[in-house]
């Protein structure tokens, strides 16, 4: 799936992949794609419950090599 942005957030713990993933957000216009990269698992339940809370959508989360790929668009 084709994103406008991307945000490695590798390396980085709970609640920072969050919180970089909210700011990325606000500096893109409504329905475009933000692709994070991230190596925390507990991101997995925490990018689930951003999607809910804020009305971004979670469009999909993969596990590649202890790697989490999300694809979320802008609301």
């Known amino acids: 799936m084709d994103f406008h942005k991307e945000l490695d957030a590798r390396g980085l713990n709970c609640p920072l992949p969050i919180l970089k993933t909210k700011k990325a957000l606000a500096d893109m216009t409504s329905g475009q794609i ?42």
């Open 34 to 75: 933000l692709r994070v990269l991230a190596t925390d698992p507990g991101s997995v339940r925490d990018f689930q419950a951003f999607a809910r809370q804020t009305g971004n959508e979670l469009l999909s989360q993969t596990e590649e090599n202890k790697e989490f790929i999300f694809l979320m668009r802008r609301k």
